[in-house]
């Protein structure tokens, strides 16, 4: 059972608490939930932009860090273009040109990421203020969001009601399920855009974190880093994490695909479990301090980045910075430009249809 504690109450085991987190920039306020679980592990959530703004979990000697990048005030989400730990919609990742075409009609985005959309438009969903409310769980601790995105909305159709429920679980993994109506044919590709460091945040690079993706197939992309539609295996190449590899062995290789995205920035045709559930996507080891990451999700594909825009300019939480490579994504979602590539995966949602997906990062430690 979920309990509210008061507003800047200190956090206890198996409650969530309410604190300030700041204003927007037109003076609405701003809260932080910080959902502990009965191990005194905590996940905190805010609801601008929904975003993840710490989970802290202990390494092989119990020691506890926080492994996602982020900020201390809302202040810092408002004005970050990296989209640290945010929901994003209504579209993840890119649509090419800045525009699709739905039952005859064309709509026009807006063009964020050179000649594309990037993660729903110039005002996504990680820049909306959410309503936040918590709920009974089971096992853990709950944050349901809830958002309307209307009509027209970045030149999106239709009026999405979107929920989103972060369940922080007493076995130390945050699972996020996400689920949206319309009342007008639309295209939706909800994911949530942390930076993880198992490490602890800020503590350096992720080049030796060692990296497993359930996936036998990437994506392409073009100069613009949008899927030319071919599904390529990765035997043979650099994109190759069928086995645990250290995700810095070969970002530097002489590869066509690794210099247009600076690295790696692409998304994994994930190999799927029959029967429709969360299938594991991808498994990271950070060797120094024994924090594991599994990825569990229904989605069919994988985004995975490693943070090749950061630039160490910008302070993060506690004033430290976070240089290039200093984090890794994992981006559960469809494929990016789906709306324009009719051999994907669909991403169109009807009237009358439920969107729901479900991804779960699990946390642990080998000795």
């Excluded at 027209?152 to 993994?173: H, I, Q, R």
């Excluded at 479990?273 to 996507?281: F, Q, V």
């Excluded at 980045?305 to 890794?328: H, I």
Aim: proline share 6%; charged share 20%.
């Amino acid at each position: 059972m979920t309990t509210l504690g008061a507003i800047g109450a200190t956090p206890h085991p198996g409650s969530t608490t309410k604190k300030s987190f700041g204003k927007t920039p037109d003076g609405q306020p701003v809260d932080l939930y910080v959902l502990t679980n009965k191990g005194g592990a905590e996940a905190s959530i805010t609801n601008y932009g929904g975003a993840v703004v710490s989970i802290k979990v202990p390494d092989r000697n119990g020691k506890p860090a926080d492994v996602v990048l982020g900020y201390d005030t809302v202040d810092g989400y408002v004005n970050d273009k990296s989209h640290f730990g945010g929901i994003i919609g209504r579209f993840g990742n890119r649509i090419a040109h800045a525009q699709f075409v739905l039952d005859g009609k064309t709509y026009t985005l807006a063009k964020n990421n050179g000649e594309n959309t990037l993660h729903g438009g110039v005002k996504g969903f990680d820049k909306a203020l959410w309503t936040a409310k918590t709920l009974p769980a089971k096992d853990g601790q709950s944050l349901e969001l809830s958002y309307l995105s209307k009509d027209g909305d970045e030149g999106f159709p239709g009026n999405l009601k979107v929920t989103v429920t972060y369940t922080w679980m007493d076995a130390n993994a945050l699972q996020i399920e996400y689920s949206a109506t319309t009342d007008k044919k639309t295209v939706v590709n909800l994911t949530n855009h942390s930076y993880f460091n198992l490490a602890g945040q800020g503590s350096g690079d992720i080049l030796g974190h060692q990296l497993v993706i359930e996936a036998d197939k990437f994506t392409p992309v073009d100069a613009g880093l949008i899927p030319t539609g071919e599904l390529r295996d990765v035997g043979g190449t650099p994109f190759d994490f069928r086995k645990p590899v250290a995700i810095g062995a070969r970002t530097d290789q002489d590869d066509d695909q690794l210099k247009l995205g600076g690295g790696y920035d692409h998304n994994y045709v994930l190999r799927r479990s029959a029967g429709g559930g969360e299938s594991r996507a991808a498994r990271v080891v950070e060797p120094a301090s024994g924090r594991v990451l599994e990825v569990w999700t229904t989605e069919p594909g994988v985004q995975f980045y490693t943070g090749n825009f950061l630039d160490g300019k910008t302070p993060g939480k506690g004033g430290l910075t976070y240089p290039r490579r200093n984090a890794f994504c994992l981006e559960t979602q469809h494929f990016p430009d789906s709306p324009n590539q009719p051999k994907f995966p669909s991403v169109v949602l009807k009237p009358g249809e439920r969107y729901h997906t479900i991804t779960t990062y699990k946390f642990s430690v080998e000795k």
